[in-house]
């Protein structure tokens, strides 16, 4: 039977958000054990911010939520693909439809900023 392995990745395994219609990667973040079982009960994203270091459902502030379609995860188990129906304009919280709009072009970062809301609206409380 297949396990994910938490423990041979620290506790955290790597999330891609994949949009389950145009199939863009979204963004990607970090689940421990309890947050993949959340998302997999829930239906909803669910996270381990390393950053901020709190659990965080996606969307539960900006209201951009993700509606879980599909689950995968690859030959090893130690990390997953989820597809999701994303609520709302976008997935990134600085705006854009995904966090990945910075492309290395000619030998360096650009970015292809194309925000779909302002963040000083959609997260007011900070
Ligand atoms: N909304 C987001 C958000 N959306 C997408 N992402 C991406 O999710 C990834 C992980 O975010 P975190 O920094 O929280 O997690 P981390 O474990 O520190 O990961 P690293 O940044 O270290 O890679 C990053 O690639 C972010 O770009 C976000 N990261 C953080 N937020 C914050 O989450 C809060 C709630 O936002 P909503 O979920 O939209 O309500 C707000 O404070 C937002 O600023
Ligand atoms: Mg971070
Ligand atoms: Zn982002």
């Not at 990745?9 to 999330?15: D, F, K, S, V």
């Not at 963004?27 to 998302?39: G, H, P, Q, R, S």
């Not at 911010?49 to 659990?55: E, L």
């Not at 970062?109 to 000083?120: I, Q």
Request: proline content about 3%; aromatic content about 12%; hydrophobic content about 35%.
């Amino acid at each position: 039977m297949i396990k994910i392995d938490f423990d041979k990745m620290g506790g955290l395994i790597p999330a891609v958000i994949q949009d389950y219609e145009t199939g863009d990667v979204l963004m990607v973040a970090f689940m421990d054990e309890k947050t993949l079982n959340l998302t997999l009960k829930d239906g909803k994203t669910w996270f381990f911010s390393r950053t901020r270091n709190k659990y965080w459902m996606k969307g539960e502030e900006s209201g951009n939520t993700q509606d879980v379609m599909e689950v995968l995860t690859d030959c090893d188990a130690d990390t997953v693909v989820i597809k999701v129906k994303q609520n709302g304009p976008a997935a990134c919280h600085t705006g854009n439809r995904s966090c990945f709009y910075v492309k290395w072009e000619n030998g360096q970062w650009v970015e292809h900023s194309n925000p779909l809301f302002n963040p000083d609206d959609v997260y007011k409380k900070k």
